[in-house]
């Protein structure tokens, strides 16, 4: 008996953007598979579409199931609403304007079958925009690392990672292991820290080097967005939220390794919103955040702020 492989897809006003992914799901040649779609109270027909493919998912044997929010509360809410439907033995969360390849499934499938030694699997993505799926602009990929792999560490820093979804399948003993209550820390920052972040400390992850869905790049989504120094300063300050409570959330973690990566994080979010402060010549928040800098003891970045800091100084006066 093949295992189930669920798939969990949130969603919120993708109506214009959904055909092409709930196609990719129809086109899987793995079966058995279950979609389990959390529409995150959107306004436009995101339900009206998913309900008229219906019929299709059933005639392909593939479970649908359409789970409704009634608020709208984010990707990692939506995500902790189809964590308690899964049923299947590997699971993947995959954003509902991202495409698969017919493969992408089997493919995770058969790795993870092949490699107990692994908790979950890394794929690669293809870059394109929408409107022109053939092209491709590009690959997104983690390169193997040739000796040791901190991927826990290269999440945080944000360093030879795909925070894309459509990367990843875990087996669920897995994810339930490295996150026993079953649910992630809601921010709306993001969901793939959360769930990424307890997997990598507690596994070994594997590698498909081959692009196995396609992530679709649009001109009105939310990630390219122009934002402001103060809404560049607030993510920073939610990342390090989001970060510190899904590190405090690892069971298996020792609380002095706990403590380190809680400051190094907070470090890491400061430098960030210091950059931002300097980028838009925001003055007060250079000094605000550079002292902070100081207090935490991150040297790379005195220099730059001594050197800022009677210049800043001067015009405050």
């Not at 219906?54 to 509360?73: E, G, H, P, S």
């Amino acid at each position: 008996m093949k295992k189930l492989v669920s798939i969990i897809s949130p969603c919120y006003n993708g109506a214009k953007y959904l055909s092409p992914f709930l196609e990719s799901v129809l086109s899987q040649t793995y079966r058995p598979l279950e979609l389990i779609f959390v529409d995150d109270a959107s306004t436009d027909n995101t339900v009206e579409l998913v309900e008229s493919y219906r019929k299709k998912f059933c005639q392909a044997d593939i479970v649908l199931k359409l789970l409704r929010q009634t608020v709208n509360q984010g990707q990692a809410a939506a995500i902790n609403r189809g964590l308690k439907d899964v049923s299947g033995e590997y699971l993947m969360w995959i954003d509902s304007d991202d495409i698969m390849l017919p493969t992408n499934t089997e493919e995770k499938v058969q790795f993870l079958e092949q490699h107990p030694e692994c908790g979950f699997v890394l794929a690669q993505g293809e870059i394109v925009e929408a409107g022109q799926l053939d092209h491709v602009k590009g690959i997104m990929k983690r390169e193997k690392p040739a000796e040791k792999d901190d991927l826990f560490s290269d999440l945080i820093y944000e360093n030879n990672v795909v925070f894309v979804p459509g990367t990843i399948m875990t087996r669920m003993s897995a994810l339930r292991e490295a996150i026993p209550t079953g649910q992630i820390f809601e921010s709306r920052e993001g969901q793939n820290w959360q769930l990424m972040l307890p997997l990598a400390y507690n596994f070994k992850a594997g590698y498909i080097e081959k692009p196995l869905f396609k992530c679709v790049e649009h001109f009105d989504s939310h990630s390219r967005t122009k934002r402001t120094c103060e809404q560049l300063i607030n993510r920073q300050k939610n990342f390090q939220i989001l970060l510190t409570e899904t590190v405090d959330a690892i069971r298996q973690m020792p609380e002095d390794e706990k403590c380190s990566w809680k400051e190094r994080i907070q470090i890491k979010c400061t430098r960030s919103m210091f950059i931002a402060a300097v980028r838009g010549g925001k003055q007060k928040l250079i000094v605000q955040y550079g002292k902070k800098l100081r207090e935490l003891g991150e040297k790379p970045l005195c220099i730059l702020w001594e050197k800022l800091e009677e210049k800043v100084k001067g015009h405050l006066a």
